[in-house]
């Protein structure tokens, strides 16, 4: 079987809405996951002691389940609840849930590492709690863990196939349906791939510019 | 008789321990407002712990505190003391400090470390606290530093932008941790020259805990000397650092200043 350039680039546009749709669930898969996993990252070490074991628990078990158990348990399970919401939808709000287990725990590391004399200076300031948060502490601890939570956006990107398995037609289900009508795989399943490796590329690209940003501005 | 105020500051038999490791262990002390009081003890006597407990960021294990007439901590059946959140908040407007390590936010430039507090705690518009902010920049020289990021500046301007930062929230009670000692001794002079004219306007109470003798004696109205978490001598500086009488500050401040 020999690589057939012509054929590849003439099914290329059938990958446009795929693309966006990739595009968008690592979008909005990413968004909550980053704000789920601040608000957990926040509760994990709240002093009310149960509010902070139920959340470190929470945690454990969302890292230590298989994502795709979890899609899966969202697709089904929750039409039973009355909650509807498309494939789309549901996968997102799955891979969001399941990056912000471990966005949480990144965060956790960079709230620690805010030096205490942080904490000392907003309180004889005499700034509130939530305003020693929002404005002391959370842009320190966020500013130094970039990197890591920009490692998880690009797993996030890798992980979005498996919201195939619930009839969102993503990229690489959008090469199984080419390779079926015209038994040629190599050519989709490749452009698939390439596709993977173009924009993790241009994300891991993104984050540095992003870190960049934020050096200077601490500087 | 003259009717003496009450005073601002006002300490009885305060405790507190880290651990097993006794830091405070009974201080008794009155501070009338408008006085400037050099803190001075060998390294691990309980300054900055003082100071602290001072700031309220940390409770006492027992004893008395009381801030212009208020005691933000009540001591609770088992023992445990606890703040009314309302009077810790209030309390702690009043009193401001500079700590040893400046602890500004780096990821502020001086104006914005100077303009958090005031328009967040105080509630001012962002126009009248950038104006306030501007205003005490100037105050310790740094008009011209206004947005520079914490980490380009010197030790020195970045323990003026710590004052600016406390005193725009204007305090009656400054407390000061080791002003000098962390920077290089050029920068001194200029550091203890803002102090001393902070001093010498009386509406002000201020808690200097410093190493450097000579600041003590010449700008303080009253020098405590610190030993084992107790105030060994309290007195005017004249009296601590040259009578017969005060023979362990006298001891101490030979042994530092290797006279
Ligand atoms: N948060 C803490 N946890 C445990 N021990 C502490 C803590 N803070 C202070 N200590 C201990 O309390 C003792 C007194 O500390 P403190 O900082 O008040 O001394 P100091 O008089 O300011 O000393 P220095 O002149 O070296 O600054 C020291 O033995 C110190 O190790
Ligand atoms: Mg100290």
Known sequence: MIFDWNYALGILPQFAPALWITLQATAAGMLLALTLGLVLALLRRCDVAWVSWLTAGVIEFVRSTPLLVQIYFLFYVLPETGMRLSAFATGTLALGVHYAAYCAEVYRAGLDAVPRGQWDAAAALNLGPLRTLWRIIVPQAVARVVPALGNYLVAMFKDTPLLSAITVVELLQTAKMIGAESFRYVEALTLVGVFFLLLSLGAAALIRVVEGRLQVAHA | ?259
């Not at chain 2, 407002?33 to 006492?60: C, E, F, N, W, Y």
């Not at chain 2, 936010?105 to 509630?123: D, I, K, R």
């Open chain 2, 1 to 259: 008789m003259p009717e003496t105020p009450p005073p601002i500051i006002r300490l009885r038999g305060l405790r507190k321990s880290y651990g097993n490791v006794q830091v405070l262990r009974g201080v008794d002390l009155d501070v009338p407002h408008g006085q400037t009081v050099s803190v001075i003890g060998p390294s691990g006597s309980g300054k900055s712990t003082l100071l602290r407990l001072l700031m309220l960021l940390d409770a006492p294990d027992a004893g008395e505190l009381e801030i212009d007439g208020e005691s933000p901590w009540t001591a609770e059946p088992g023992g445990r003391m606890r703040a009314d959140n309302a009077r810790l908040r209030r309390v702690r407007g009043k009193v401001g400090m500079v700590f040893q390590h400046f602890n500004l936010f780096p990821h502020m430039n001086a104006l914005q470390n100077v303009m958090e507090a005031p328009v967040s705690v105080l509630g001012l518009k962002a126009g009248e606290a950038r104006e306030r902010a501007l205003d005490y920049l100037d105050q310790v020289g740094l008009a011209d530093k206004a947005e520079a990021m914490p980490a380009q500046l010197s030790g020195g301007q970045k323990q003026r932008v710590a004052i600016a930062r406390a005193l725009a929230l204007q305090p009656r009670i400054m407390l000061f941790d080791e002003v000098t000692s962390a920077l290089d001794p050029e920068l001194v002079g200029g550091v203890l020259a803002l102090l001393r004219g902070l001093a010498q306007r009386r509406t002000i109470t201020m808690l200097i805990v410093t190493h450097h003798m000579r600041f003590a004696e010449r700008c303080a109205d009253r020098v405590l000397f610190f030993e084992n978490g107790v105030i060994a001598e309290d007195g005017p500086p004249a009296e601590l650092f040259h009578d017969g009488v005060h023979e362990r500050t006298r001891r101490f401040v030979e042994a530092v200043t290797g006279d």
